[in-house]
């Protein structure tokens, strides 16, 4: 099987495994707070979508606008947030588990991965860089003429 029918299986799947795993969850927690965590996991994706999600679509109306999708990264943190909102207002607890799977790894890629800049300015041991000569710009080093 090539991809898109794997994909394609999947998608069809999707509702039948989440109506099992709500009717799972729903038993052994009960049926109002099986049904309280679906509207809150949905309430959550509607807030992410509105708040982060905001600058990312801004960028993908620009690039439509200019005709220049490749200038979009999938995989920045705008992106992420976008598909795990997207995932989160989706009703469903398997959709919430990988939005919330998504969320952890872009938190760990933001605050844990990434020391913190400031300016961005990133500070680097001497051994890390060596200065690079631009050949578009003169040499303005102290010569005597």
Do not use: C, Y
């Not at 794997?6 to 927690?29: C, G, K, M, N, R």
Request: proline content about 5%.
């Amino acid at each position: 099987m090539n991809v898109a029918k794997w994909v394609l299986l999947a998608v069809l799947a999707l509702p039948i495994l989440e109506l099992v795993a709500f009717v799972s969850v729903a038993a052994t927690i009960g049926f109002g707070w099986a049904l309280s965590l679906i509207l809150a996991g949905s309430f959550g994706g509607a807030f992410l979508l509105r708040h982060a999600g905001r600058g990312h679509v801004a960028r993908i109306r620009v690039a439509r606008d200019h005709g220049s999708f490749t200038a979009l990264q999938t995989d920045t943190s705008g992106g992420l947030s976008l598909l795990a909102g997207i995932l989160l207002l989706i009703p469903g607890f398997i959709t919430d588990i990988v939005a919330l799977l998504l969320l952890i790894k872009l938190w760990h890629r933001t605050f844990v991965a990434t020391p913190p800049r400031e300016n961005g300015v990133v500070d680097l041991a001497p051994e890390q860089w060596h200065q690079v000569p631009d050949a578009s710009l003169p040499d303005r080093r102290n010569t005597e003429h």
